[in-house]
Each structure stands twice: as structure tokens, then as C-alpha cells.
């Protein structure tokens, strides 16, 4: 059981080029989000998929396009890297039962956009 | 505007000095406030979620508390692999769904 597993781990880019950041899960997760961490500020949503087949942006969207390929798996991709988008990128799923549910976090992605 | 704002930003102690991390938040509709450690290079460790006030959680050394307006995450006698960054979130209903609004989190730093 591997939990939240994201790759790469590390990746620099040029500004204008494009990435995908990918997530899967094993916990069954309904929900999958995409978070980005800045210094000196919390977490920050970029998108969120509430079940499979659905995406909504979340407070931070702009540059971002996400893909949730079947329960697993929850892609995040820049189409034209900008240098605004260096930051730490994680990945989060949680079960929603009840009203009551906890995200569980993978390792993330450092992104240096240059 | 809903808001979570951790105090102190950093803290250091000497092991064995107990002490307490605070996280007051200004929301509308709280569905929950969590806990998370996290260590350097690695993504966020769920430790405690807390629904209503006066309810009240612990692991280990630490112990976690809810009123109406704050949280607060003691340390008791804390040591050395206790180091890390301790974020708060919120949870609320935002726009149909269930959304967690992070603080910017404490590093704490504990010296042998």
C-alpha cells in the first residue's frame, strides 16, 4: 500500500516549455486535489476532482489544466511554464463518507521554472 | 474572508520544554480543523482532526485542542525528532465543496 505516490520528484524547466505532474493512489479515494506550496504561505488549491470524470478549479487555477484519468490517477499539467510557477506541487486524495473525510498528502514535486 | 493564521511563525525549545502552537482561523461554517507535521522535503503527515469545541485529541506528545475561535497543538517535553512544521487547516463548504483553507504553518525546532 503505497498511498500517495507523485513523480517526478524534481524537474526544471524552461519558461514556454510544458509539463505533466502525475498522481495516483491506492487508498480509494473519491477525491483528488492539487495543491501548491509556497514559502512563506499556506497551501494553496489548484484544482480539485470530487470523483471520477469530474474537475473544478480551485483558488489558484490560472496556467493549470488537470486530468482525472480513472479513480487512480489525477494529472496536472503546464501548458507554458512561467517562472511564477517555481513551487513545491502536492498532490492530496481523501474518501468523502459521512461529510466528514481527511486528505493524505504524497511527497511532491519541486518545480524550478527558470 | 475565511482565514487561518498560525502563531508563533517559528519556535525553538530545548528538549524537555513543553509548549503550544496556535492556530486561529475566521470562517464561516467550520466542517473540522486538522493537523499536519511536516518534515523537510516531504509532503504534509495527517496527525488530528478536531469538529466541535471542547473536543480534544493527543498522540504521543502531543495534544490537541478546539474552541470556537482556536486551536492550539501542545508539546509536552518535546524532543529532538519532534522538529518539523506543524500546519493548520480549516475545512468549510465553498462553492459545493468541501474545502480546506491552510495556515503557513510553525517550524518548530527542538535542540537536545
Known amino acids: 500500500n503505497a498511498g500517495v505516490t507523485q513523480t517526478p520528484k524534481f524537474q526544471v524547466l524552461k519558461t514556454g516549455q510544458s509539463m505533466t505532474l502525475q498522481c495516483a493512489q491506492d487508498?480509494?479515494?473519491?477525491?483528488m486535489y492539487w495543491y501548491r506550496q509556497d514559502p512563506g504561505m499556506g497551501l494553496r488549491l489548484i484544482y480539485y476532482?470530487?470523483?471520477?470524470?469530474?474537475?473544478d478549479k480551485g483558488e489558484v487555477p490560472n496556467g493549470y489544466n488537470v486530468s482525472r484519468l480513472n479513480k487512480r490517477e489525477f494529472s496536472l499539467r503546464l501548458e507554458s511554464a512561467a517562472p511564477s510557477q517555481t513551487s513545491v506541487y502536492f498532490c492530496?486524495?481523501?474518501?468523502?463518507?459521512?461529510?466528514?473525510?481527511?486528505?493524505?498528502f504524497g511527497p511532491g514535486t519541486r518545480l524550478t521554472v527558470l | 474572508e475565511d482565514q487561518v493564521t498560525q502563531s508563533p511563525e517559528a519556535l525553538r525549545l530545548q528538549e524537555g520544554e513543553s509548549s503550544s502552537l496556535n492556530c486561529s482561523y475566521t470562517?464561516?461554517?467550520?466542517?473540522?480543523l486538522f493537523w499536519y507535521r511536516q518534515d523537510p522535503g516531504k509532503g504534509p503527515e495527517f496527525l488530528f482532526t478536531?469538529?466541535?469545541a471542547g473536543e480534544e485529541k493527543e498522540k504521543e506528545r502531543l495534544k490537541a485542542t478546539l474552541t470556537k475561535k482556536e486551536s492550539f497543538l501542545h508539546i509536552t517535553a518535546p524532543k529532538p525528532e519532534d522538529s518539523a512544521t506543524y500546519l493548520c487547516?480549516?475545512?468549510?463548504?465553498?462553492?459545493?465543496?468541501?474545502?480546506?483553507?491552510f495556515g503557513a504553518g510553525t517550524r518548530l525546532a527542538v535542540h537536545p
Open positions: 470562517v464561516s461554517g467550520l466542517r473540522g
Open positions: 487547516a480549516v475545512r468549510i463548504l465553498s462553492g459545493g465543496y468541501n474545502k480546506l483553507i
Open positions: 487508498m480509494n479515494h473519491n477525491s
Open positions: 492530496a486524495g481523501s474518501l468523502e463518507t459521512s461529510g466528514r473525510n481527511t486528505q493524505y
Open positions: 476532482s470530487a470523483s471520477e470524470g469530474t474537475t
Open positions: 478536531l469538529y466541535s
